[in-house]
């Protein structure tokens, strides 16, 4: 299997940004395996994620984001160029609860997701046995109310220490900071257990229940500074009924949880999602 | 087929509810047919629906709900014997679009769907010539903000002289007034084009398709004085992406309302549905 | 709405088709909208679908075909051009059983669904009443075992006089023969009411029933002279249980036909969907 | 939390049967928490599953299958009686793939699934390291075309030392002898990995690939004598598009995969699959 890179880009929309970007690709020596393009026509915003073999290219991949360099000239596109086979260095954060996290990394394990999964940080040591048995750091940093702005501080430290640029928000229980937030934008992915909007905030299931609702959700989205408001990457629902409480949505949510982060984080790691304001293109996979 | 009974009834959970109820029906030469019970754990409550043959009853119908007297006096159970046989006047309520009401009236004329429907109302007149077509009343009863309450007051007198006892919103566009919704306690049902609690009120599709939602959904339930508050029957959801404009969202989103507006109604008709607070025990079909 | 159009192309893969695609299209002055391309690696085919506003488009449409010729020499592509102002005739063969047939017309009449039914034909007098009053002309050919060919021969007959192009069997129980059905490749479009490969040939509920599956479906598909063997366009599906009825599964899979066969008919007259031996590629609505 | 009865029971149908059952629970003093029953309508038989608090029944649990003696002899009752707490012995079978039987395993440790893994037992060794962590015995038993009867003893014999009730085939990829799943009726859950009937037999992903569908499913079912068409216990599915490859299509089946399972694992763990013929009753949870 030879190398991919993949070139995001977005600006507004006007004829000829793919003849332009594909002759690009062509001249270049590269061969596009996958192209998809989105207009948002209200907006009047253009999207597009190109795809393509790079054995043939005719500069490195040092020299590659500059040979786009006309598409930000000519149309104004805000473009980026990666590789398939660069992962980024991901943390996932846990509090006590283990299916998201043991999740991920067992397919990481299993060789069917390309994650590079570098700490697993919790406020708790619950897991530390479990994420240790898979080879991978565990970092517990306790955390009270009083002390948050310097554990995330300790956190941002080992952060910045190992390199990461994704954090995975594997069903941890605290609400970062805002300022925290803000200093990662649309690189943090956050699994919340209700069908957002619906039931933000703490306890969805019990919320969930005491409205009476037939069917439950998930959302995997990227995490900004207002609480359960960030761009959304996937959803997904499962079937209730009266004979549910609220310990049974807990464990159907469960099932969900698992498969939808792990769907948003395959998406975000395959360079799939644009996000603009507060929604997300998600190209398909 | 020979007709069948329904019994309903709820209280306080105690022991021997069921050997009372199914032995009272056996020693009156009923034969169940179909029994189905739920607790919530939570509150203490028992519920019932205990469907039975009567071919071989020893009372005739008019004296089968006195039969079930010692359930009240022995166990304080609030309960009610319905035949299925006897199907109630149903009026329609719609505005301009024909989707919902026109999938009922079909349904009705294929024999799929056991409804009574002797008359559709609306605050419009486009849907007269398709309603007449399938052989039904249309009463055309205009409303402005000033008018509502006398517009109401028709309403209520339509419905009162064609002794209408299930009201359908099938996509009726106006909110009722409390006055009119309090006299109907779990007997509107509405069809709410969003999956609530999220987007309550108006232009349920655009507030999704500006969130950014990765499914939509659709909600039917029993209308009460608040606001898309009420008792939530049943409700259903369709994947939807980016590529949505806020029209997709609402050409997805009528093929799931009749269906989920349709279930509903099967669901009150055949007496399978108990109100608990703002919740529903719905039985299986 | 200015017009579109569409190009519609499948070739060997090799380096340059949408720089070469894209490049005509802009070099003559039309703006892509919506560019999606498929690469079936294990074939080593192409596949690609290009929509386009030809307001600034430098030539008529009668030329415009003659505009991608470069792509047949220069590709060996197989490709068209379509534009969606042009609907083609469609037919609607239909039995006893209304359900399919009705819901397209109203989709056609409430302006949903872009189709251009120009005669509903069946072997039964049943829907003649109802779809008259839908405007459409109502053509009653009936049949039997001894005279298929005699029907058949009028049934072309009838296409041929209204120059129809596409023909919808919508719940029409007669099995064409294969002379017919070979003279309309990938024109025909059926619903069959089960999750093909699962329960082919006649009544499929009954076998779901028999089996005891706890999940139902229905596939529309083009129609090959191989009974329910032609390209699969969509499927979906519904839970069941053991309360269910061989009626019930009916019942619940009607649900499912309208709904999967007017998506399957929105993707073929949207000219999403391109056939590939037995298989499909259906691009986004 | 005290411990629960259930009463499983099916026999033709008449009247009295619930009086009956209700009524000798009702004397021994127990108190019924939940009761469901079904009555097959085509057949005549009738089903019930009745769950009842036993802390005040007057009996113990060495007499009270003989409590409902009289069910036996009065409505040629076929009947049993369980306990809540009383989880039988089961043992995993399992290949080289990982994720079903590991997942089962992790619901167990998290206290999610009330099952009791005695052995995971494999024609390989890959998963012994894994199984290990998780404290369960592993047991490999190599098999070659021309073992199978030697290692089948084996596997017999290890199933009988250790009392083993219940065999799930966690992806066990080998056909077991009519000789053995005679010997195991209705207590052999194996997990197939398409929607069965359709695609039975090996490589069911590739055959679906082939084939072109839409939506691929999982099977979870009793094995029987005759390959895949045992009586189905669970079913769902997935949506898929041309852009999947048979590698993306075993991928997202898995992860149906395992929620299927366990939630078929969970039914009959619960007592809530009653077998019939060649279909099930399956009770909701």
Chains 1, 2, 3, 4 share one sequence.
């Not at 207009?39 to 043939?56: A, N």
């Not at 149309?75 to 086979?85: G, I, K, L, R």
């Not at 619950?126 to 750091?137: I, K, Q």
């Not at 939808?260 to 997300?280: F, I, M, P, Q």
């Amino acid at each position: 299997m030879s190398a991919h890179a993949i070139l995001l880009g977005s600006c507004t929309d006007r004829p000829g940004i793919i003849a332009a970007t594909a002759g690009m690709v062509h001249t270049h020596g590269g061969n596009i395996v996958d192209l998809q393009q989105h207009t948002d026509r209200e907006l009047g915003v253009f999207f597009q994620r190109v795809e393509f073999e790079i054995d043939d290219f005719d500069l490195g991949r040092a020299d590659m984001d500059g040979a786009f360099h006309p598409l930000r000239t000519g149309f104004d596109m805000d473009c980026s160029v990666h590789f398939d086979d660069e992962v980024p260095a991901t943390a996932l954060l846990v509090s006590k609860e283990q299916h998201c996290a043991l999740d991920l990394l067992g397919r990481w394990r299993a060789g069917e997701l390309a994650i590079n999964p570098v700490a697993v940080i919790s406020n708790h040591a619950d897991l530390a046995e479990a994420v240790a048995w898979h080879g991978v750091a565990y970092h517990h940093l306790p955390v009270s109310p009083d002390t948050q702005l310097e554990q995330e501080a300790q956190l941002s430290a080992v952060l910045a220490a190992l390199g990461v640029e994704l954090v995975v928000l594997a069903r941890y229980m605290r609400i970062l900071s805002p300022g925290l937030v803000t200093a990662w934008p649309a690189r943090i992915i956050n699994i919340h257990h209700s069908f957002l909007p619906a039931f933000q905030g703490g306890r969805p299931y019990h919320q969930a229940h005491a409205r009476g609702v037939k069917v439950i959700g998930v959302t995997a989205h990227y995490v900004t500074a207002e609480l359960d408001e960030g761009p959304i990457i996937d959803q997904d629902v499962v079937r209730v009924s009266h004979r549910d409480e609220a310990a049974d949505l807990r464990r159907k949510g469960r099932d969900l949880e698992v498969v939808v982060l792990a769907r948003a984080v395959r998406a975000h790691l395959e360079h799939r999602v644009l996000v603009h304001g507060n929604r997300t293109i998600v190209f398909e996979g």
